[in-house]
């Protein structure tokens, strides 16, 4: 840390903090005697806190934000120059580097054509939502209307999002919830459902096949769209069986049901060798959102990105005031998010970091499947890139999980070694039990060793 603060400085920071601001996923009781965390500095993979500790951050900004790293001059200098020159101007009208982004995003993703602008993963999709009831009242007598979503997904923390919300600890206290939601069971063969049968089919023809049960339970002309992740994030990273998508994609199509693929966690980058995880999987979406790693945290943007098909169902003659896609978000309109997504993209580029995420990604999961082999309280290691979990358990042959208490404390032993990682937590209720891994796309194998390492000193320490 350059200490251009004074200690003065910095104590009125913490104090301003803790009297006024309201944290994200906190309680806050403990902070009337202790202090809040103050991050005050970044640079690459590394992170200072109040007191000049640096910290190695494994989950990029907190959230699987920060994918190009910290202190990039040259997005914060595009962004600086923007704003100079047009900081903002209502998404009923274009900008350039609104115009040019769409462009660069788009030649990224064969099949899609189109980019609506807003500023949050839940708003994008919020946005897709409104967009297939819409479609539901427009070309089917208002009748497919109901958004199928998965067990242990997560999609946003509005209303909207939190009712297809698959993680019942963030939705409870927050109901009534809006209707027309429906579940579909999750895809996790290390936990599979206890029908399934491998001698009569593959995992993941069976947890793509319990989806086309909900649509005829609930009837094939009601349900309009189906949002997932393309690897499950939040819920404990969970990447789909071999063979689940290519499934779901047929069986959207049998009975005309819009795909929705959230890649709020996943998209840029984060997954390796391809731009967005759908495109690991050869699926063809309707829509694809994404937010976080769009500009790596260094201004807010998101996107909802449909097909043609799509755009087309909301183009009607202008004597009909209903039929477009009537929806505003103010701050869609700001320059400064397309601006650095634009410098973003092209350092992942220039730099070579979809690779790079796929070579590091390969070894943090040796390294991870080393540590299964160590400690018998690791059950499971799994992701994909630079998107890892180890799930924790006190006894392998059960499953038995552990505590969410015993996952906070090895949190808590890497952070003591210099390391932040992420978990499971407040989520699915009784299996909290994963630790999450999603370090900035730029990690070098110095960087993956340090983190599983301090893993492993964690794991000694709460474990034994």
């Known amino acids: ?93 274009g900008s350039v580097p609104g115009a040019l982004f769409s462009e660069k995003l788009i030649s990224k993703m064969p099949g899609m054509t189109r980019v609506y602008y807003c500023n949050s993963g839940s708003e994008a999709n919020e946005k897709a939502f409104k967009m297939i009831r819409q479609i539901a009242h427009k070309r089917y ?54 029908e399934w049968d491998p001698a009569s089919e ?28 393309p690897v499950t994030a939040g819920g404990g990273v969970i990447p789909p069986p071999e063979g689940y998508w290519q499934r779901v994609q047929e069986i959207c199509r049998k009975y005309d049901v819009l795909l929705h693929i959230d890649e709020v966690v996943c998209g840029i980058g984060r997954t390796g060798t391809h731009w967005f995880g759908y495109q690991h999987y050869g699926i063809e979406p309707d829509f694809v959102t994404m937010a976080k790693g769009v500009a790596s945290g260094y201004a807010a943007i998101a996107c909802c990105v449909t097909t043609e098909r799509v755009f ?9 005031p209903l039929n477009y896609f009537r929806d505003i978000s103010t701050f869609g309109g700001c320059t400064a998010g397309p601006a650095a997504a634009l410098e973003n993209m092209r350092i992942i580029e220039d730099e070579g970091l979809l690779e790079n995420t796929a070579k590091m990604g390969d070894r943090m999961l040796g390294n991870l499947q080393a540590l299964m082999e160590k400690h018998k309280v690791v059950g ?29 404390q090895v949190v808590a032993e890497c952070g003591a070694q210099g390391v932040i990682i992420g978990a499971t937590n407040r989520s699915v209720p009784g299996l909290n039990n994963v630790l999450c891994f999603s370090p900035a796309l730029i990690a070098t194998p110095d960087d993956i060793d340090q983190i599983t390492k301090a893993v492993d000193v964690a794991l000694t320490r709460v474990f034994g």
């Not at 009337?32 to 990029?60: C, N, Y």
């Not at 297809?164 to 206290?173: I, K, L, N, S």
């Not at 087309?312 to 009909?320: L, N, S």
Request: aromatic residues 8%.
């Open 1 to 93: 840390m350059d200490g251009h603060l004074s200690e003065n400085d910095i104590s009125h920071v913490v104090d301003a903090d803790r009297a006024h601001v309201w944290h994200h996923l906190i309680q806050h009781k403990p902070f009337e005697t202790g202090e809040p965390r103050v991050i005050i500095e970044g640079k690459g993979m590394r992170v200072w806190d109040q007191h000049g500790k640096e910290f190695l951050d494994a989950v990029s900004g907190g959230v699987w934000t920060v994918n190009v790293g910290y202190g990039r001059e040259e997005i914060a200098n595009a962004v600086r120059d923007q704003l100079v020159k047009l900081n903002y101007f209502a998404g009923s009208a």
């Open 202 to 229: 593959s995992y993941g023809e069976f947890a793509a096949n319990q989806i086309e049960e909900v649509i005829l339970r609930e009837g094939p002309d009601t349900v309009g769209g189906l949002c997932l992740e």
């Open 141 to 194: 007598g208002g009748k497919k209307t109901k958004i199928l979503y998965r067990e242990r997904d997560y999609h946003g923390g509005t209303i909207g999002t939190m009712s297809a919300g698959g993680q019942d600890e963030r939705v409870m206290q927050y109901g009534p919830l809006t209707p027309h939601f429906v579940r579909v069971p999750h895809c996790m063969e290390y936990r599979a459902q206890a």
């Open 312 to 320: 087309e169902m909301f183009k009607d003659e202008p004597e009909d």
């Open 380 to 408: 499971d290691v799994r992701g994909k890139g630079l998107f890892l979990g180890a799930e924790l358990v006190a006894d392998r042959a059960t499953k038995e999980p552990v505590s969410e208490k015993q996952i906070a």
